[in-house]
């Protein structure tokens, strides 16, 4: 029995994601402890924090990408909706298909830049317009002027930042509800960076975004909530992630209540 | 000895003209054996293609391939030079493309098996051993396995049987190269295909094949290049025929037994006509290896 999630998503709530005491462990090792946040809709949820503390993990979970790795379990639940995305009636396919999610690495397929944005609908069976939804999701992803005459030419064969901006295109193109960006600019130049920020902030306009990033400005400058994330080593020297502090972006990068946050935010480690 | 003055400290008073000691002479002598050894390597292909291209090209004509075997002919008959072995090249093609049927779907279907669906277990590890040894097994005793398995059964030689043993000696080049070029593909195009909402058929079918294809092909082209100049497996499946055979039930000439049978004769023409076979042989080889590296140059 598969659940249509399609049904649920019409009782919109303000919250998208919510999580109750979660726990991610890989086998025995209890990777991530205790996640306990909101991710509201319509905005950008960052999540920062040093390297190991479990940040792309929990990101990961939040479409069931962990699902390819046969050692990954959790415990608690992550509610999409109020519906838990772990429970046995749930079709993590299904999950996927309104779940964007866009990579550290940008990985267009190596077909044209129009089957690339067409693959996602495509596993649909989508059955309208192709070259409007492809024109549709390109200008969403503010390059359509760039890519318009050489929708034909290779994905790979575009720059680091274009290559990335195709990614969001080929994400937006299946209308998800959440898009998930696991550190998006970390393999980008400056400039590109900057567009794809300016990018999120249009396209927070349509969708939820939690983007997981290194870059502290980055959080700063476009997140609207931001989780720190830090990591605690048990006596066995294992390093268990954990959600230090969780509020408006403005709050944690001026005034957070915790001193490793403050530490973290100031630079003095990670 | 001259030094330049603004030299660093550390290589100040060195100078920058050549000088012989003992370090460049072993240098030299080293450079000197390894090319030596590289040249003694090439040898023997170079004496090989040589040999069979000297010998071969003389009865190189069209009628080799629409034509049927001659009698023997003392050399200063008229007919000497008349004949060919078209029903050899027909029973390759037919006893390689019977193999090609079997192995490939099988090749392929195991290797994405073993890439995309098992990868380290302990069944993929099993099969990976297995797949080893049987591409360490003599080709001769893949001939006895289909004699037993078709020939005894059929009460007859034929294609089929000998494509069966061809295909059981393809199988573990293809599953090997398969495997392989499955494996290659970055894993973040299968994430990608995922997290788009791929099922895992999908990201087989649509991303991951795609990617591997131009490898795969010149896997089972070398395979096939391997395959079609195999002797021992065909030569007590297939047999030989004197005449066009188009059944693949029964016995059919191939361009290797062609050889193995003309070249032992004491009879002039069939001797030509060996070496002849040998040459349209290593064509096809190379032929197919030229194909398998301007595929891969492709991509």
Redesign the interface.
Known sequence: MTTNLQTSTKTNTDVVFRTENVNIYYGDFKAVRDVNIEVPRHAITAFIGPSGCGKSTVLRCFNRLNDLIKSFHLDGKILYHGQDLYASDIDAVEVRRQIGMVFQQPNPFPKTIYDNIAFGPRLLGYKGDMDELVENSLRGAAMWDDVKDKLKALGTDLSGGQQQRLCIARAIAVQPEVLLMDEPCAALDPISTLKIEDLMQELKEKYTLVIVTHNMQQASRASDFTAFFNVQANEKGQRTGYIEEHDRTEVIFQSPKQKATQEYVSGRFG | MTSPESSPALSKGRSLTRTVSSKTIFSNVMTGLVVTCAILALIPLVALLYYVITKGIVRISPQLFTQLPPPPFPRDHPQFNSGGFGNAVVGTFMTVGIASLISIPFGILASIYLSEFARDTKLANAINFLTNVLSGVPSIVMGVFAYGLIVVKTRSYSAVAAGVAIAVLMLPTIVRTSTEALESV?N????????????SY?TVL??IL??AIPAIITGIILAIARAAGETAPVLFTALFNNFWNWDPWRPTATLAVLVYNYAITPFANWQELAWAAALVLVTMVLVANILARWIVRRR
């Open positions: 970055p973040n195009l299968r994430q990608a295909s995922v997290g788009l909402g791929a099922s999908q649509r991303v795609p990617a």
